[in-house]
């Protein structure tokens, strides 16, 4: 029950995380804020966990772990609340009539590509008083908002796992957990989710649809990306219920349980007792071989793949002329689906050649490494030039 339990769990963060960043391109334009601001906001998110990381996982696994984890699956869905909140509180988004060239801006196209829609003029000049502001301060409610979804996904993972070690036997605690992190098909799940509510525009169900002149590919569409964060804040409150159903802790696999008066007896302990070891633990993680070539990996695989994954669907839109919905499609199809199969296959072959912790973390340390060198082979891709009438093309389409 726990393990169906933390995959559903694992696939409500997951699915929400995946569809805020295939959202980030959408959320850019609705605000009207800069790409550098946009990045700010996807890394609050790891701000908010860092804030509570630590503590969690050192007080956590001393508490009920199942109620803890309940709790982070209610906070993420508030913040996924915050994040949509925005949405009902500005006015009706509009869309310029008029493209005006902006100056440093990755957020628009200022000249008109071929495959754009032709509806508007494009101004030579740009007139005075009409300097590119922010659209609007609620952009700090998405931040705030994901923030808070951070610090609510905190106690899924390391909460969750050590759960599952504690009553499996050493042999089988790989196959288990990898079982459960095959719930990272919330990824794929949030990008497909993604794709879709980037078709639908942003008032959907506020306005009358067929007044709207603009299609998926012009640079001014925006996605109803409110509606795809309201339905993962759903996702992530229900699978926080089953949580508050599950005892402390579970007898050992293959034992009778035995555990119910040590689970007693630990939860008489003072806190004083439990914060004593607290600093001296620190001290010792930091000693720890194989936990500092852990740190590593994770550094060296958020930083190569994290960076892909949240801006791939602007890359895509803007340097293939793909709407949004495409782009997250594609990035969905191509990408994700490996990412489950890795985790599967990784626990099973753990499990078959017996493969201890140093060893698997030597094995992911230099995977991780080969992975992230991989990355660098992008900047030898050279792609044509998008076709931009009057500077690549004749306006009649011809190239110059």
Known sequence: VFLLASSFAYLAKSMSGAYLKSMLTQIERRFNIPASLVGIINGSFEIGNLLTITLVSYFGAKLHRPRLIALGCTVMSFGCLLISLPHFLMERYQYETILLPLENSLSSNSMC????????????????????????????FVLIGNI???IGETPIVPLGISYVEDFSKAENSPLYIGKSLTAVIGPFLGFMLGSYCAQLYVDQGFIDIEKVTITLTDARWVGAWWLGILICGSVSFLAGIPFCFLPKSLSKEGQTSDTELSSENQSKQKMDEITKDFIPFLRSLFYNPVYMLFVCITVIQFSAFNGMISFMPKYVEQQYGKSASEAIFLIAVYNLPVICIGYFLGSLLMKKFKVNTVQAANIAFWISLIEYLIYFAAYFTVC?????????????????
Not at 120 to 139: D, I, N, R, V, Y
Not at 384 to 400: F, H, K, M
């Open 148 to 150: 808070i979804r951070g």
């Open 113 to 140: 590509l071929i495959n754009q829609s032709q509806s508007s003029t494009h101004m030579e000049k740009q007139p005075a008083g009409c300097e590119q502001k922010f659209g609007s301060l609620m952009w700090l």
């Open 384 to 400: 044509e030039n998008s076709p931009v009438a009057g500077l690549t093309v004749s306006y009649e389409g011809y190239v110059l």
